[in-house]
């Protein structure tokens, strides 16, 4: 269900909310869940139950045929694999026994087309009636692959291009020539069948950084002569100290605007231009020390929030490794207010070992997510000044591991399609 869709709901005479079937079976609401409910100044907003499985991110391999400057990789040593038949045979038997039956999303650290299975991967995940999303760099993606993806039913394929010109684009992705990513992103959209709106979507991915900010604007214009109807910006997450001065964040982290608190004054904005003329005014209210509301949106609604628990998704690495989220597949270094941070890998459990609803079901991963979903973390985005900060192993409110207070995806600063 799209975030932006509607259903009208109705009180009953007890006094009780009653939610359409489909709606309810949508967000997993079935008779005994546990429900989160947030109240707003003129709304409500009701969380997933943590005890439902909503989308599981597959990583076929965490091979990958280029070297990019943002890639986890560059923090690890880790072996290297690809998903066999019985771990992904696990999986499918996952998404059979739950109803409605979850998103699947290929995806991971490596490059999704290396593996040399991954499109009949996508047509057995289609043929459970499941929506199919992938991404790639785009370089593998030749006509066998597309015409392959298109045959199966994939839904949205998404593309990493974080560059707008030859050069800028490879001095991100080292290796891959953006004139080759854009013919083959050509191709793939006239081999699609021909429609108002046609499938696979295409999207493109770009990560934000200093080096290629300017070539945002670009990049959507390429992207909207292509027919690309989603995009993705992320913030760069430094796996080094390179790229530590690539962050466009350093004060947003501790920025007051984007930490909503009743002891602050607020500032409601209408829409308006953003033009040279009101430009500066705007940003200048937006650093006046107030809680900011934007069209009716708070920008700082997104604190504090793990977009994997509220999405209802697992990570299901190329081994069979079980994870709440991608980042959490993989042990690695990253670097949080230019401090050292050292993130250890949170798995759950094998799919060799226990099934995938088994492993869902699990009594100590379900108290898990319900305590990532209330975020009762310290607030190391916004502070990093402790040696505790250094990883995810404990915080100062006592939270053991894995601690997400330094996570930066839940502070809607990183993100992921």
Not at 90 to 103: E, F, K, V
Not at 185 to 198: N, Q, S, T, V, Y
Not at 230 to 249: G, H
Not at 386 to 396: A, F, K, Q, V
Request: with cysteine.
């Amino acid at each position: 269900m799209s975030s932006t869709s509607s259903a009208w709901a109705e009180v009953d005479e007890a006094g009780r909310l009653v939610i359409p079937q489909e709606l309810a079976s949508q967000l997993g609401l079935q008779p005994g869940a546990q429900v989160r409910l947030e109240v707003g100044t003129n709304d409500l907003r009701l969380h997933r139950p943590v005890s439902h499985l909503n989308k599981v991110y597959i990583e076929p391999t965490n091979r990958c045929n280029i070297a990019c400057r943002t890639c986890m990789r560059n923090s690890w040593e880790v072996g290297m694999g690809q998903m066999d038949e019985a771990i992904f045979s696990r999986i499918l038997d996952g998404l059979r026994a739950t109803t409605p039956t979850p998103s699947v999303f290929f995806g991971g650290i490596g490059e999704p087309l290396a593996h040399p299975r991954t499109v009949e991967m996508v047509a057995r995940v289609k043929e459970l009636g499941a929506t199919a999303e992938l991404i790639t760099n785009g370089t593998l993606l030749n006509e066998r692959r597309a015409r392959g993806l298109i045959d199966a039913g994939l839904d949205i394929l998404w593309v990493s291009v974080d560059g707008s010109t030859p050069e800028s684009f490879t001095d991100v992705r080292l290796g891959a020539a953006l004139p080759e990513i854009l013919e083959n992103l050509g191709r793939f959209r006239r081999l699609r069948p021909a429609g108002h709106h046609p499938k696979p979507e295409l999207g493109i991915n770009f990560v934000a950084m200093r080096r290629n900010i300017a070539d945002l604007p670009a990049v959507i214009a390429i992207g909207r002569r292509l027919g690309v109807t989603r995009f993705m910006i992320s913030n760069v997450l430094p796996y080094t100290p390179e790229l530590c001065d690539e962050v466009l964040y350093e004060r947003t982290l501790r920025d007051i605007t984007y930490m909503p608190s009743p002891w602050l004054p607020r500032l409601k904005f209408p829409k308006m231009d953003l033009d040279d003329e009101t430009r500066p005014s705007f940003l200048r209210a937006l650093s006046s020390g107030a809680n900011v509301t934007f069209a009716g949106n708070n920008l700082g609604g997104a604190n504090d929030v793990c977009t994997f628990i509220e999405n209802g998704s697992l990570t299901v690495g190329w081994d069979g490794s079980v994870s709440p989220c991608p980042p959490l597949l993989y042990t690695h270094v990253s670097y949080l207010h230019r401090r050292r941070r050292l993130s250890r890998r949170h798995i759950v459990g094998n799919l060799a070992e226990r099934g995938l609803l088994d492993l869902w079901n699990d009594p100590d991963y379900v108290a898990y997510r319900d305590r990532v979903q209330h975020f009762a973390f310290a607030p190391c985005t916004a502070c990093g000044g402790c040696e505790l900060s250094e990883s995810n192993e404990e915080d100062c409110l006592g939270n053991t591991f894995p601690s997400c207070g330094g996570c930066l995806w839940a502070q809607a600063v990183i993100q992921c399609p």
